[in-house]
């Protein structure tokens, strides 16, 4: 099971860290993923990296604000978010995926397990 928290509201400029707790540690193949959809929009890839690897993965528009990472000793994983903007305002949900090849990293269908969203809410 996995459980996003650390949304809330924020101003444009501003920073917030999300965090997804794994009830379990990830097996290495896994790779885990933040998603987002913001109002009246689809789902759409933000983020993710293997369990067992060391590259990320991250969509043009969050490019340099954006930084997932993880907490070795635990199981969780965090998105941390700088610079934010209005356009940033969403739900964000992690994501796993136990059999997920590279080219279905940015893809919601290559999830296989999903959390509870947490809404991120950038005033301007």
């Known amino acids: 099971q996995l459980q996003a928290s650390g949304g809330g509201l924020v101003q444009a400029g501003g920073s917030l860290r999300l965090s997804c707790a794994a009830s379990?540690?990830?097996?290495?193949?896994?790779?885990i993923g933040w998603f987002r959809q913001g109002p009246g929009k689809e789902r759409e890839f933000v983020a993710a990296f293997r369990w067992n690897g060391a590259r990320t993965y991250y969509a043009d528009s969050v490019k340099g604000r954006f930084t997932i990472s993880r907490d070795n000793a635990k199981t969780t994983v965090f998105l941390q978010m700088n610079s934010l903007k209005p356009e940033d305002t969403a739900v964000y949900y992690c994501?796993?995926?136990?059999?997920?090849?590279?080219?279905?990293?940015?893809?919601?269908?290559?999830?296989?397990?999903w959390g509870q969203g947490t809404l991120v809410t950038v005033s301007s």
């Open positions: 994501a796993a995926g136990s059999r997920t090849i590279v080219s279905r990293i940015p893809l919601k269908e290559g999830y296989n397990y």
């Open positions: 379990e540690r990830p097996v290495s193949r896994f790779v």
